[in-house]
């Protein structure tokens, strides 16, 4: 099984006339993935690889179930464009787009939470289950994502794109295969943390492990380790934190808008003593994460 998508998932993209969204388009398409519409205002009647265009989410929700929609279109049109996929009804938003306004992501997160969607990003490069499907430009090309990541048993979830397909690589080599990968976004404010999808995983009879790839800032490895404590979590989690350098820098920024080092409780020395306090194991390196989850299953 898998979590949030599946092969009958159905996906639209909003911006889809876009130079990356067309490209983006084309390699969910050659992995398997439902793309049935596409939507840019004013291009409305064109055709994206024989994807119809409309002018309005409306429009294609008008005609067909629409599970999931990915959104790449600039900042200043972002809010707008996730705020019609909403209340048009779409239960999963993967939005790409990043250097967003905070205020206006939460605004999003806000009416998603209301109108129980979920939001994956933004600043992120969405998500895939092996051999089922990839929403957004997760692995790139189709052919270089299915070498990388291949179905099993471990979840994964990483605030930085790369890293969650270079983890996925590294437990693939190690001959362990994925239930679904999450690139959740290294933005300050995501619409899905990691206690906010591990219930997901908990819930999924096929994920028997979760693979973490984190970095300085924010408070979301915390919210994790209460999370796996509390709620007394079956699966093994391992997680390797990046940037430990940053400790001995307050207030470097790490790539993300998220990984701003804002006080103590932001380092992360401090983040990797709460991880292993609940429990959860902690790699020192990207290639000893096979390992450390193969002791957690045992």
């Given at each position: 099984?898998?979590?949030l998508?599946?092969?009958?998932?159905?996906?639209i993209?909003?911006?889809?006339t876009?130079?990356?969204?067309?490209?983006?388009t084309?390699e969910?398409?050659?992995?398997g993935?439902?793309?049935?519409?596409g939507?840019?205002?004013?291009?409305?009647?064109?055709?994206?690889?024989?994807?119809?265009?409309c002018?309005?989410?409306?429009?294609?929700?008008n005609k067909?179930r629409?599970?999931?929609?990915?959104?790449?279109?600039p900042?200043?049109?972002?809010r707008d464009?996730?705020l019609?996929?909403?209340e048009?009804g779409?239960?999963l938003?993967?939005?790409?787009?990043?250097n967003?306004?905070?205020?206006?992501?939460?605004q999003?997160?806000?009416?998603a939470n209301?109108?129980?969607?979920?939001?994956?990003?933004?600043?992120c490069?969405?998500v895939?289950s092996?051999?089922e499907?990839?929403?957004?430009?997760?692995?790139?090309?189709?052919?270089?994502?299915?070498?990388?990541?291949v179905?099993?048993?471990?979840?994964?979830?990483?605030?930085?794109?790369?890293?969650?397909t270079?983890?996925?690589?590294?437990?693939t080599?190690?001959?362990?295969?994925?239930?679904?990968?999450v690139s959740?976004?290294?933005?300050?404010i995501?619409?899905?943390?990691y206690?906010?999808?591990?219930?997901?995983?908990?819930?999924?009879?096929?994920?028997?492990?979760?693979?973490?790839?984190?970095?300085?800032?924010?408070r979301?490895e915390?919210?994790?380790?209460?999370?796996?404590?509390?709620n007394?979590s079956?699966?093994?989690?391992v997680?390797?934190?990046?940037?430990?350098?940053?400790?001995?820098m307050p207030?470097?920024?790490?790539?993300h808008?998220g990984?701003i080092?804002?006080?103590?409780?932001?380092?992360?020395?401090?983040?990797?003593?709460?991880?292993?306090?609940?429990?959860?194991g902690v790699?020192e390196?990207i290639?000893?994460?096979?390992?450390?989850?193969?002791?957690?299953l045992a």
């Amino acid at each position: 099984m898998s979590i949030l998508i599946t092969k009958d998932t159905t996906v639209i993209v909003q911006g889809i006339t876009g130079r990356e969204a067309v490209t983006m388009t084309r390699e969910m398409m050659d992995y398997g993935t439902k793309v049935i519409g596409g939507v840019t205002p004013g291009r409305g009647g064109r055709e994206i690889h024989g994807v119809p265009v409309c002018d309005s989410v409306e429009q294609l929700t008008n005609k067909t179930r629409v599970d999931a929609s990915v959104i790449s279109v600039p900042p200043a049109f972002t809010r707008d464009a996730a705020l019609e996929a909403i209340e048009a009804g779409i239960k999963l938003l993967v939005i790409i787009t990043e250097n967003i306004p905070r205020y206006e992501v939460a605004q999003m997160v806000e009416l998603a939470n209301m109108r129980g969607a979920k939001i994956i990003g933004p600043n992120c490069l969405g998500v895939l289950s092996p051999g089922e499907a990839k929403v957004g430009n997760l692995g790139g090309r189709a052919e270089d994502a299915k070498k990388a990541f291949v179905p099993g048993s471990i979840g994964v979830m990483s605030r930085s794109g790369g890293m969650t397909t270079e983890i996925c690589s590294t437990l693939t080599a190690a001959g362990m295969g994925q239930s679904t990968a999450v690139s959740i976004g290294g933005d300050a404010i995501i619409g899905s943390s990691y206690a906010e999808l591990m219930p997901l995983f908990e819930a999924d009879p096929d994920t028997k492990a979760i693979a973490i790839y984190s970095e300085p800032g924010g408070r979301m490895e915390a919210d994790l380790a209460r999370w796996v404590k509390e709620n007394k979590s079956r699966l093994p989690v391992v997680a390797f934190m990046a940037g430990r350098f940053m400790d001995e820098m307050p207030g470097m920024r790490f790539g993300h808008a998220g990984t701003i080092v804002e006080g103590k409780a932001d380092t992360t020395a401090e983040k990797i003593e709460r991880l292993r306090e609940a429990g959860i194991g902690v790699a020192e390196r990207i290639e000893d994460i096979p390992k450390l989850v193969q002791q957690g299953l045992a």
